[in-house]
């Protein structure tokens, strides 16, 4: 299930993603990307957990989570909370002692000044991702004072993209600025997918990335 729990969403590792789908709550944004999840059929029997306790590069929830800075609560002889960039730091099985379970993943709930962008690129809406991009933005006063931005499917694995964060936080917003910032992806592995080469990836990974964050501005500034 799905609770409000203060400023964050509990949400139980067993809800399904059409669970997330059709929630509606004031500060939600899990539904944009469910919405983007592979087929009706699949959302139907698919879980949150099931999403990322054993992650693949094209995996949907990673990138979101990642952007979002949410939190996964572990259950086993104690109770612990894992933050979101050590549990997706590698694959999250090595978390993980015999008998252990993933029961609650705590995200944020958008406040007034935030935005979240989310970009899925596919040849078909049931194909694996090419490139899926998520960007959460802080804006006070005109201006970008915070930012989170992951990354997944061109790369081997979803990840934080802390060269792009650093070249948007203290400018005004733009769809110029997202774009220059869009090339500062730094060194990384890029992947082929479906018969095209890692330089097209790359550039399919920029536009996802670039997308994301204007949709996560225009979110912030209203």
């Not at 809406?125 to 005109?142: I, M, N, P, R, Y």
């Not at 992947?191 to 990836?201: H, L, N, T």
Request: glycine share 12%; net charge positive; charged share 20%.
């Amino acid at each position: 299930g799905i609770r409000r729990d203060g400023s964050h969403f509990a949400i139980g590792a067993m809800s399904t993603i059409s669970d997330l789908r059709n929630h509606r709550e004031p500060g939600w944004v899990l539904d944009r990307v469910a919405r983007c999840f592979v087929t009706q059929q699949i959302r139907n029997q698919s879980t949150l957990g099931g999403n990322i306790v054993r992650v693949f590069a094209w995996a949907d929830f990673p990138v979101a989570l990642l952007a979002l800075g949410a939190s996964m609560t572990i259950q086993g002889e104690a109770v612990r909370r894992v933050e979101v960039d050590e549990f997706f730091g590698g694959q999250p099985v090595r978390l993980f002692k015999a008998g252990d379970l993933l029961t609650c993943v705590s995200v944020p709930a958008l406040q007034a000044g935030e935005g979240f962008g989310y970009h899925k690129q596919t040849r078909v809406s049931a194909d694996f991702s090419q490139g899926t991009a998520a960007a959460w933005l802080k804006v006070e006063g005109g201006k970008i004072r915070a930012a989170r931005v992951a990354l997944g499917a061109a790369t081997s694995f979803p990840c934080r993209l802390a060269e792009v964060e650093q070249a948007v936080a203290g400018h005004k917003g733009g769809e110029k600025l997202f774009r220059e910032a869009a090339t500062q992806l730094g060194q990384r592995t890029w992947r082929s997918v479906a018969g095209f080469g890692p330089d097209y990836i790359k550039h399919i990974g920029e536009v996802a990335v670039a997308d994301a964050l204007l949709r996560a501005w225009q979110e912030a500034a209203g």
